[in-house]
C-alpha cells in the first residue's frame, strides 16, 4: 500500500509540474501580447489566441487576470524570443524556442543540457531548413464536416486538415496553413465562429527518424530536459 501512495504521488507530483510548466509558458506569451498590443482582447487578435490557449490548459482565470494586469504595468519583464538549433544524440535534429531576460543565461543552460545528453548545439541555420514554420489549429470536431470546411478555408491559407483525438480522447480536427497566412487563417476561423480550441505556430519536420528503444530515450532525455527549463517555450524534432 506505501508503494502504490508513493507511486500515485509521484505521478501527481509529475503532473502538477507539467502543468506549472504549460502556464508559465502561457503567462510569457500574455506578457509579450500585452506588451507589443495592449491589454484589450478586442483589439489584440494575438492575445485572443493565447487567451483560448489558456482555457485549453485549464489555467485559471485568476491567474489569466493577473498575468494581463502585471504584463500592463510599467514594471512588466521585457522578455526576448530566440532560437536555438542542434543535434540530439543519433542525428536528432532539434529546435529550441525560448522566451528570455537573460539571453546569456538561457544560451549557457541550453548548451549545458545538450552536452550533458551527448548532444551538440549548432549556429542558426544549422537544421532549421529541416523543418517548416506552419500555424496550427485544432477544433472540436463535433458538428463540423471536415471535407466541407477544408473547401470553405482554402482560399484562407488552409494547407492541411486532418482528423485526431484530443488529450481527453475527443475528436478533433488539425487544421495547418503556412507561416504568411497564420493570420488570415485566424480571422476565418474567428469570423465563422468555429470551435477553435487552440493555435500556435510549430516547426513542422519534413521528414523524421525512427530510432531503436534505446536511441529515442537517449533523445526523449534531452528533450525532458530542455522542456523543464523555465527559459525554454517549445522544443521541436525530427524523432518520429
Given at each position: 500500500?506505501?508503494?502504490?501512495?508513493?507511486?500515485?504521488?509521484?505521478a501527481?507530483?509529475?503532473?502538477?509540474?507539467?502543468?506549472?510548466?504549460?502556464?508559465?509558458?502561457?503567462?510569457?506569451?500574455?506578457?509579450?501580447?500585452?506588451?507589443?498590443?495592449?491589454p484589450?482582447?478586442?483589439?489584440n487578435?494575438?492575445?485572443?489566441?493565447?487567451?483560448?490557449?489558456?482555457?485549453a490548459?485549464?489555467?485559471?482565470?485568476?491567474?489569466?487576470?493577473?498575468?494581463?494586469?502585471?504584463?500592463?504595468?510599467?514594471?512588466?519583464?521585457?522578455?526576448?524570443?530566440?532560437?536555438?538549433?542542434g543535434?540530439a544524440?543519433?542525428?536528432?535534429?532539434?529546435?529550441?524556442?525560448?522566451?528570455?531576460?537573460?539571453?546569456?543565461?538561457?544560451?549557457?543552460?541550453?548548451?549545458?543540457?545538450?552536452n550533458?545528453?551527448?548532444?551538440?548545439?549548432?549556429a542558426?541555420g544549422?537544421?532549421?531548413?529541416?523543418?517548416?514554420?506552419?500555424g496550427?489549429?485544432?477544433?472540436?470536431?463535433?458538428?463540423?464536416?471536415?471535407?466541407?470546411?477544408?473547401?470553405?478555408?482554402?482560399?484562407?491559407?488552409?494547407?492541411?486538415?486532418e482528423?485526431?483525438?484530443?488529450?481527453?480522447?475527443?475528436?478533433i480536427?488539425v487544421?495547418?496553413?503556412a507561416?504568411?497566412?497564420?493570420?488570415?487563417?485566424?480571422?476565418?476561423?474567428?469570423?465563422?465562429?468555429?470551435?477553435v480550441?487552440?493555435?500556435?505556430?510549430?516547426?513542422?519536420?519534413?521528414?523524421?527518424?525512427?530510432?531503436?528503444?534505446?536511441?529515442?530515450?537517449?533523445?526523449?532525455?534531452?528533450?525532458?530536459?530542455l522542456?523543464?527549463?523555465?527559459?525554454?517555450?517549445?522544443?521541436f524534432?525530427?524523432?518520429?
Amino acid at each position: 500500500m506505501g508503494r502504490d501512495f508513493e507511486n500515485r504521488k509521484g505521478a501527481m507530483m509529475a503532473r502538477w509540474d507539467r502543468m506549472a510548466k504549460v502556464f508559465t509558458r502561457i503567462t510569457k506569451d500574455i506578457t509579450m501580447a500585452v506588451k507589443s498590443g495592449g491589454p484589450n482582447i478586442d483589439s489584440n487578435p494575438t492575445l485572443r489566441r493565447i487567451m483560448q490557449n489558456a482555457r485549453a490548459a485549464n489555467m485559471p482565470k485568476d491567474k489569466v487576470e493577473i498575468a494581463i494586469k502585471r504584463a500592463s504595468g510599467a514594471e512588466a519583464v521585457d522578455y526576448e524570443e530566440l532560437v536555438y538549433e542542434g543535434y540530439a544524440p543519433h542525428g536528432i535534429a532539434v529546435l529550441v524556442e525560448t522566451a528570455t531576460d537573460n539571453p546569456t543565461r538561457t544560451i549557457a543552460n541550453v548548451r549545458m543540457h545538450f552536452n550533458k545528453c551527448n548532444g551538440n548545439i549548432g549556429a542558426t541555420g544549422s537544421v532549421n531548413y529541416l523543418f517548416k514554420r506552419m500555424g496550427v489549429f485544432k477544433l472540436t470536431a463535433a458538428g463540423l464536416a471536415s471535407d466541407e470546411l477544408e473547401l470553405e478555408l482554402i482560399d484562407d491559407g488552409l494547407e492541411e486538415l486532418e482528423s485526431d483525438t484530443g488529450e481527453n480522447g475527443e475528436a478533433i480536427l488539425v487544421l495547418r496553413c503556412a507561416f504568411a497566412d497564420f493570420g488570415t487563417l485566424a480571422a476565418a476561423l474567428e469570423k465563422r465562429n468555429l470551435p477553435v480550441i487552440s493555435s500556435a505556430l510549430e516547426y513542422l519536420p519534413l521528414n523524421t527518424t525512427a530510432l531503436s528503444e534505446e536511441q529515442e530515450a537517449d533523445v526523449l532525455k534531452l528533450i525532458d530536459r530542455l522542456e523543464q527549463d523555465d527559459d525554454v517555450q517549445n522544443v521541436f524534432h525530427t524523432l518520429a
